[in-house]
């Protein structure tokens, strides 16, 4: 839609799984501000969630704060502004509610197109239910293909394997297995068959699945043992997303007649943010966002300008606890309690946390339980992301997360936390970050928002980003490097603050600090690494000087090591996370 | 704000249910049809199993072969132990059938033989009067009873009269009250903190458990009962809320119906207990809808530290308080019969209707 001049005031909702958000943006001395907004839980029922009951809780509470009126006796917008106390020029919104598109993957080995298959459905809510291929299903008989697909009821089939004129059989096989599954399914039931392996067997698949289902034919997500294409496969599975899944969630329709632009699904209007975001830093550097909700997982990454999307639908805070004890045991999350904790005392605040999404931890124990599940869920959503990153220029160790400038943080498990250490803590822990970083809290929940709104009025966008919008957590600094002895000096630093106060330090490996940076305060890194430490200034060894900003948590040097070493005895465990949480003001 | 859960206790209320079948299928009954819980209301077929045999693999013969081999052909019937498949010779094999059923397809070297299918039956589950049918699939039900929502369940269906085991609704369940008068009943206790209760349960063949607490390390055992288990109020020692234990005790020897079904993710489904009582004049049908919080409103605490504490808010100050935590949320003071008000987050509450 090309740009109104005339719009002012935006209303722009969220509706997520548990909380939908309200933002009201508007033009005030000729700018545009983020004026109010307002949240409430989003209402859920047997028959999925009522996102317009969510939208007008959430509205009632801008209304409530401006006074303003946004809907008439019917419950219908009122659009465009009739005064500054009645109506909205534009409406948008996103959303991430709704049950994610539930797809089984079949490939032929996993570092390769199950990797790309699976990374493919992460470009938008889904949930792999089942993967049919590689080393732990590579035996498996016809029979137990088809009783798979069958069972698990998916939305989608993605059939990858093979590069282009490789593997023929086994592709084949898994096409007539799921032709099959498919055959003996009611015709209405019937899953979409994406077909994105080996494209010389195209006209073979299309023959095997003839009228049986619905075939669609999309580029091979690895066509060659190094390339990785998975653009068109995740074009198709968003297209499904939104058709089959988004626009069936009751109320969608009407949110599509008040807004001028279609509705986003939450996490591609954040990768339009942090796309945006990337545009305004060091094009050498990439650019993270992390969107964490109660429903999902969001991962959105600009390297060399290109945006990568990895998103685990149905992994949260609130759903998908049960699903990570289930598929990574209870360790996974455990391990970063600093007490002994049970396993089914983890699998009853899963329970309980599912049962009350909406709910907050009030005590120390729910408080680490939350975190070291947002904390699991981020890792887990990490490692499918980290590989499709290979080959950036900020990817400087191919198995360690890239140099990235800014870290958004985006939801409420993050955002609201009670010390500002404990989500920076979570997410050092969870995406080790490398070199130095600048942690920013989206704490009012405006980057979906704002993302969204720049396909309304990309001025009021920026404008309210310029004004504020965001809040400097952190700058961490991260040294790399392996050489070095516990205890050893892997880094000089000296910290010129704007008062002309320095501050030399001396960091050791194995080291978490916090030094003194306020927030809106700068000051000026020289940094001296050791022989072997990579700072993200050059290559191991080399040093320079950076300026940085000041966070609520302050300036963070984080020399614990990549990848972030944990005891392997579960009490020094505890006791070592119990002294990074100390050391964080967590 | 608005509240995020409200849980219905509510001794008579109207209540109405949609049965709906797995598949489409036939109705058995009509708009203002009475019918009891145990009736069959509606009846399809599902898919029953399958079987993928490699006969070209099994008889060590060429796919393109297969075809000669076959004993059947596609569409006929076939029972279990019939040669569906032989190859002749001196090394002549044969390949028997698995299941009963019909042979649907062939090709590629392998037969589907697909069973017959499954018979499925919908029963009423409560008792009470038909308001709607629709598209062959699903049946609305109504009744007037009472109804307890529980805070989370295990299982299925079940329908049974109520059978106190335990006298106080902080009282544990112990074993040693599961006798032979408990089968078919569905127990009620005040709380479950051991595993011999549930075996003994089980043994005894009773319809159900409606437990107050259920200590976490019976998570486990809880989901493999053969019945379905409902918890009215927490994970851990917690006691039933009195005004539900004797809610119950009213109606103890009286047919309830209970589901244990339980869904935590985008859909939410809470456990329940109804317990129809059609002689009286049902009050007018409401739906439950989210409205915001007052004083005067009944509440239950959801999380650690008050998790289970029952009380009314007395006020919700305006301004954000800090919790044990170090979180700055909104509360509300909430009047628990004890000299001073205990202050806990607004989305902590669960709203007793």
Not at chain 1, 132 to 154: F, H, Q, Y
Not at chain 1, 531 to 554: E, W
Not at chain 2, 129 to 145: C, F, S, Y
Not at chain 2, 286 to 293: C, P, R, S, V, Y
Request: aromatic share 4%; net charge negative.
């Amino acid at each position: 839609m090309p740009e109104d001049r005339r719009i002012g005031s935006i209303l722009v909702v969220d509706c997520g799984t548990v909380m939908t958000k309200a933002l009201l943006l508007d033009r005030i001395a000729g700018e545009y501000r983020f004026v109010a907004s307002g949240e409430a839980p989003t209402p859920r029922t047997v028959d999925g969630t009522d996102i317009i009951k969510g939208i007008f809780h959430a509205v009632a509470r801008i209304s409530h704060v401006t006074g303003r009126q946004f809907f008439d006796e019917i419950d219908d917008l009122i659009s465009p502004q009739v005064t500054r106390q009645q109506g909205v020029d534009a409406f948008a919104a996103t959303v991430s509610a709704g049950e994610p598109l539930q797809v089984v993957v079949t490939g032929l080995v996993d570092d390769l197109s199950i990797s790309s298959a699976r990374r493919a459905a992460a470009g938008t809510y889904s949930q792999v239910s089942a993967i049919l291929g590689g080393e732990k299903s590579a035996n498996l008989t016809d029979e137990e293909r088809v009783r798979e697909i069958r069972g698990t009821r998916p939305d989608v089939v993605v059939l990858a394997g093979g590069i282009d004129g490789g593997a023929e059989r086994p592709v084949l096989d898994s096409a007539k297995a799921a032709t099959l599954a498919c055959a003996m399914m009611d015709r209405g039931k019937r899953p979409t068959l994406l077909y994105a392996g080996n494209s010389q067997l195209r006209r073979q698949v299309t023959e095997i699945v003839g009228d049986e289902a619905e075939l669609r034919v999309v580029e091979n997500v690895r066509p060659t043992l190094e390339k990785e294409r998975i653009w068109d496969a995740r074009q198709e599975l968003q297209t499904l997303f939104r058709q089959r899944k988004m626009h069936q969630i009751p109320g969608v329709a009407t949110l599509r007649a008040w807004s001028p632009v279609p509705i986003m699904p939450t996490a591609q209007a954040f990768g339009q943010l942090i796309q945006y975001l990337w545009y305004l830093g060091d094009p050498a550097s990439g650019v993270l966002g992390i969107d964490i909700g109660g429903g999902n997982t969001t991962i959105a990454a600009v390297f060399d300008e290109q945006l990568h999307m990895t998103i685990q639908g149905g992994l949260g805070v609130a759903f998908g606890g049960g699903r990570l004890l289930e598929e990574r045991g209870s360790e996974c999350i455990a391990c970063w309690i600093p007490e002994l904790i049970q396993e089914h005392e983890l699998e009853a605040f899963m329970l309980l946390k599912g049962i009350h999404p909406a709910s907050i931890p009030q005590t120390d124990l729910e408080l680490w339980m939350e975190q070291s599940l947002a904390c699991a869920a981020i890792r887990g959503t990490m490692e499918i992301a980290r590989p499709g990153w290979k080959g950036t220029a900020a990817q400087v160790y191919p198995d360690l997360t890239p140099i990235c400038d800014t870290i958004l943080i985006s939801g409420g498990p993050l955002t609201r936390v009670p010390r500002p250490g404990q989500a920076a803590l979570v997410i050092l822990n969870a995406v080790q970050p490398i070199g130095v970083s600048t942690l920013i809290l989206d704490r009012y929940g405006l980057a979906p928002a704002l993302g969204n709104v720049a396909a309304v009025k990309p001025l009021a966008a920026v404008e309210a980003l310029d004004a504020g919008g965001f809040t400097n957590l952190a700058t961490v600094v991260a040294p790399v490097g392996d050489t070095a002895d516990p205890g050893d000096t892997v880094l000089r630093m000296n910290v010129s603050y704007e008062d002309g106060g320095v501050l030399e330090v001396e960091v050791r490996r194995g080291d978490l600090e916090v030094l003194p940076l306020p927030l809106d305060q700068e000051a000026v890194l020289e940094l001296h690494p050791a022989k072997g430490y990579d700072v993200g200034l050059g290559g191991p060894g080399t040093g320079g000087k950076r300026q940085v900003s000041g966070g609520m948590a302050g300036l963070i040097i984080d020399a614990r090591g990549r990848p972030l070493p944990l005891p392997s005895q579960p009490a020094e465990c505890r006791g070592q996370v119990q002294q990074w949480l100390y050391d964080i003001g967590g | 704000m608005y509240y995020a859960s409200a849980t219905k206790i509510s001794s008579f209320t109207t209540i109405r249910r949609d049965r709906v079948l797995p598949e489409p299928g036939e109705v058995l009954v009509d708009p203002g049809d009475r019918v009891e819980s145990t009736q069959v209301v509606a009846r399809a077929s599902i898919p029953g199993d399958f079987r993928i045999l490699a006969v070209g693999r099994m008889l060590g013969i060429l796919a393109s072969e297969v075809q000669h081999s076959l004993q059947t052909e596609l569409g006929s019937t076939v029972h279990r132990g019939d040669v569906i498949a032989k190859r002749e010779g001196l090394l002549g094999r044969s390949v028997s059938c698995p299941i009963d059923g019909v042979v649907t397809a062939t090709g590629g070297g392998r037969v589907l033989i697909e069973a017959k299918p499954l018979p499925f039956e919908l029963r009423a589950h409560i008792s009470g009067h038909v308001l709607a049918v629709e598209n062959n699939q699903m049946i609305t039900l109504e009744t007037a009873g009472a109804l307890v929502q529980g805070f989370w369940g295990a299982g299925e269906e079940s329908v049974g009269p109520l059978k106190f085991l335990t006298k106080r609704a902080d009282e544990p369940l112990e074993a040693r009250t599961i006798d032979a008068s408990c089968h078919g009943r569905i127990i009620v206790a005040g709380m479950i903190l051991d595993e011999e209760p549930l075996s003994r349960a089980e043994d005894i063949d009773a319809q159900g458990i409606v437990t107050g607490g259920l200590s976490p390390e019976l998570l486990s055992a809880a989901k493999q009962l053969p019945f379905p288990l409902i918890v009215t109020d927490g994970f851990g020692d917690f006691p039933m809320m009195k005004g539900v234990f004797t809610l119950l005790k009213d109606h103890e020897e009286e047919e309830a119906s209970i589901s244990g079904q339980t869904e935590t993710g985008h859909r939410a489904r809470r456990p329940e207990i109804i317990i129809p009582l059609p002689n009286r004049e049902p009050p007018v049908y409401q739906t439950q809808h989210a409205g915001e919080f007052e004083p005067g409103l009944r509440v239950r605490a959801v999380r650690a530290p008050y998790a289970g504490l029952v009380g009314t808010i007395l006020d919700i100050p305006q301004f954000a308080q800090r919790m044990e935590s170090g979180a700055r949320v909104r509360c509300a003071e909430i009047d628990v019969g004890q000299d001073k008000p205990v202050v806990i987050p607004l989305v902590n509450l669960d709203v007793l209707r």
